[in-house]
């Protein structure tokens, strides 16, 4: 089972630019799937997650609005379209997958819930 992240970069503020998190030896649309970020010297922070069941898709207010996450199952790949990025948006951003039962309807916000990593994508926003 591996998580494989890709797509990171340079890009100007303002520009856009689409990660990709494409799974090995398990189906990816069984899983929801959550996109993290770390920026040095601060926590893994939640950016955005797609859901197993439904498909529901779920932002961090800081991204909503600019950040669009989507699912290609023929792929086995989730995406994480990112359109008029900030400098704050400098991290490296991880992709993560579960498919256990939570408690509660939040779970997806928090890091310890997943049990699934990729090796993170360097995103650098700066002109």
């Known amino acids: 089972v591996q998580l494989q992240a890709s797509g990171g970069g340079l890009v100007q503020p303002g520009g856009s630019l689409r990660l990709s998190c494409a799974a090995s030896?398990?189906?990816?649309?069984?899983?929801?799937i959550g996109w993290f970020r770390q920026a040095p010297g601060k926590e893994r922070e939640w950016v955005s997650f797609?859901?197993?069941?439904?498909?529901?898709?779920y932002y961090a207010d800081s991204v909503k609005g600019r950040f669009t996450i989507s699912r290609d199952n023929a792929k086995n790949t989730v995406y994480l379209q990112m359109n008029s990025p900030k400098p704050e948006d400098t991290a490296v951003y991880y992709c993560?997958?579960?498919?256990?039962?939570?408690?509660?309807?939040?779970?997806?916000?928090?890091?310890?819930?997943?049990?699934?990593w990729g090796q993170g994508a360097q995103v650098t926003v700066s002109s």
């Open positions: 993560a997958a579960d498919s256990s039962y939570h408690s509660y309807s939040t779970w997806y916000k928090d890091k310890d819930e997943f049990l699934y």
């Open positions: 030896g398990f189906t990816l649309d069984r899983y929801g």
């Open positions: 797609i859901s197993r069941s439904d498909g529901r898709k």
